[in-house]
């Protein structure tokens, strides 16, 4: 084990912004695990992912940082988007460190909003940028503009500018394309990291220099599920669907794969029909991409066992969303 440094440095990161700004493809790739599921549809991040970042300087662990992935920011009132809201603004208190990921293209409409002191459609330029102005408290924000090979750099450049005048008291302002991860110099994920690394407090490490996920395994395969429908069916099946781990088996002789077994909750039986596809063909595809992200992300093969079953309103109910695991929102 590598020594630790004497000023040992640990803070909690917070990313928020819009559904798909890309704030989980910038966790995977500060990690080098494609671990928090994406898919290019709002809601596939609908609970705090959390990610454990280690830092070394010249081979001494130096530090490391605690990074809440967030849903995307949803003011509608429905429960299930109350209790997703929740945990973004869980994870701003808490944090040392908030990172606002915008994509490049749509920060120039959210942008004019909040310039005209307009709420915008979905009042979410105006809840951005009173948390943005009122953050007085030591924690710094970081503006990151991700997408950025979407936008050219005539509009990149005016577009910083713009930031910086609307909010003097970012700390920072760092353009990347994170879809290419850390090891694409272009992509600057690296500048994210340095920025990290350079504003964490003083404080001693709170997990283990070997962990890098707080998710359990249980966690893991729900989240991968819920990529796997995301990814695979459109309109309205995805955001009325929900997982549960009912049992994860372990066997004491190693070589036996784990048993899993999970429920996918759908709100109504046409719902069911989709999911389960004729002769069952689509739940087994959805099996299959999650054994097989499931095996790249931890290197263990699962037996995985799919079932489906209706609950209507599930969305709408405390007792059935505090039964997947959500917190009930006031």
Same mark, same amino acid.
């Given at each position: 084990?590598?020594?630790?440094?004497?000023?040992?440095?640990?803070?909690?990161?917070?990313?928020?912004?819009?559904?798909?700004?890309?704030?989980?493809?910038?966790?995977?790739?500060?990690?080098?695990?494609?671990?928090?599921?994406?898919?290019?549809?709002?809601?596939?991040?609908?609970?705090?992912?959390?990610?454990?970042?280690?830092?070394? !300087?010249?081979?001494?662990? *130096?530090?490391?940082? /605690? @990074? #809440?992935?967030?849903?995307?920011?949803?003011?509608?009132?429905? =429960? %299930?988007?109350?209790?997703?809201?929740?945990?973004?603004?869980?994870?701003?208190?808490?944090?040392?460190?908030?990172?606002?990921?915008?994509?490049?293209?749509?920060?120039?409409?959210?942008?004019?909003?909040?310039?005209?002191?307009?709420?915008?459609?979905?009042?979410?330029?105006?809840?951005?940028?009173?948390?943005?102005? !009122?953050?007085?408290?030591? *924690?710094?924000?970081? /503006? @990151? #503009?991700?997408?950025?090979?979407?936008?050219?750099?005539?509009? =990149? %450049?005016?577009?910083?500018?713009?930031?910086?005048?609307?909010?003097?008291?970012?700390?920072?302002?760092?353009?990347?394309?994170?879809?290419?991860?850390?090891?694409?110099?272009?992509?600057?994920?690296?500048?994210?990291?340095?920025?990290?690394?350079?504003?964490?407090?003083?404080?001693?490490?709170?997990?283990?220099?070997?962990?890098?996920?707080?998710?359990?395994?249980?966690? /893991?395969?729900?989240?991968?599920?819920?990529?796997?429908?995301?990814?695979?069916?459109?309109?309205?099946?995805?955001?009325?669907?929900?997982?549960?781990?009912?049992?994860?088996?372990?066997?004491?002789?190693?070589?036996?794969?784990?048993?899993?077994?999970?429920?996918?909750?759908?709100?109504?039986?046409?719902?069911?029909?989709?999911?389960?596809?004729?002769?069952?063909?689509?739940?087994?595809?959805?099996?299959?991409?999650?054994?097989?992200?499931?095996?790249?992300?931890?290197?263990?093969?699962?037996?995985?066992?799919?079932?489906?079953?209706?609950?209507?309103?599930?969305?709408?109910?405390?007792?059935?969303?505090?039964?997947?695991?959500?917190?009930?929102?006031?």
């Amino acid at each position: 084990m590598p020594e630790v440094k004497e000023e040992f440095k640990f803070g909690r990161v917070a990313f928020f912004g819009r559904p798909n700004a890309g704030k989980s493809t910038l966790l995977n790739a500060l990690m080098n695990v494609d671990f928090s599921a994406t898919s290019n549809r709002p809601q596939t991040t609908r609970q705090n992912i959390k990610g454990i970042l280690q830092h070394y !300087k010249d081979g001494i662990w *130096s530090g490391q940082s /605690l @990074i #809440l992935d967030t849903p995307g920011i949803n003011l509608q009132r429905g =429960l %299930l988007e109350r209790s997703m809201h929740n945990q973004v603004q869980e994870a701003l208190d808490q944090a040392d460190l908030c990172f606002w990921i915008a994509d490049s293209k749509s920060l120039q409409r959210d942008m004019a909003d909040i310039e005209l002191d307009r709420g915008g459609a979905d009042k979410i330029p105006y809840w951005i940028a009173e948390n943005v102005k !009122k953050a007085r408290r030591a *924690s710094k924000w970081i /503006l @990151i #503009l991700n997408k950025i090979d979407r936008v050219g750099k005539p509009d =990149l %450049l005016p577009l910083i500018e713009r930031c910086q005048t609307v909010f003097p008291d970012i700390s920072d302002i760092i353009p990347i394309s994170a879809i290419h991860g850390k090891d694409y110099a272009r992509s600057n994920v690296d500048a994210v990291q340095k920025v990290i690394e350079a504003n964490l407090p003083v404080g001693s490490p709170e997990f283990p220099e070997e962990m890098w996920t707080e998710l359990t395994e249980r966690k /893991l395969v729900e989240n991968l599920i819920r990529e796997a429908i995301f990814q695979m069916f459109y309109k309205e099946v995805p955001y009325k669907t929900e997982c549960q781990v009912i049992q994860f088996l372990e066997h004491e002789n190693k070589k036996l794969k784990p048993e899993v077994a999970a429920m996918i909750w759908v709100a109504t039986p046409s719902l069911k029909r989709i999911l389960v596809g004729a002769q069952g063909q689509k739940i087994k595809e959805i099996g299959i991409f999650a054994r097989k992200r499931y095996e790249e992300i931890t290197g263990q093969e699962i037996i995985l066992k799919l079932l489906v079953k209706v609950v209507n309103g599930w969305d709408r109910s405390t007792k059935h969303l505090e039964e997947l695991g959500f917190t009930a929102a006031p």
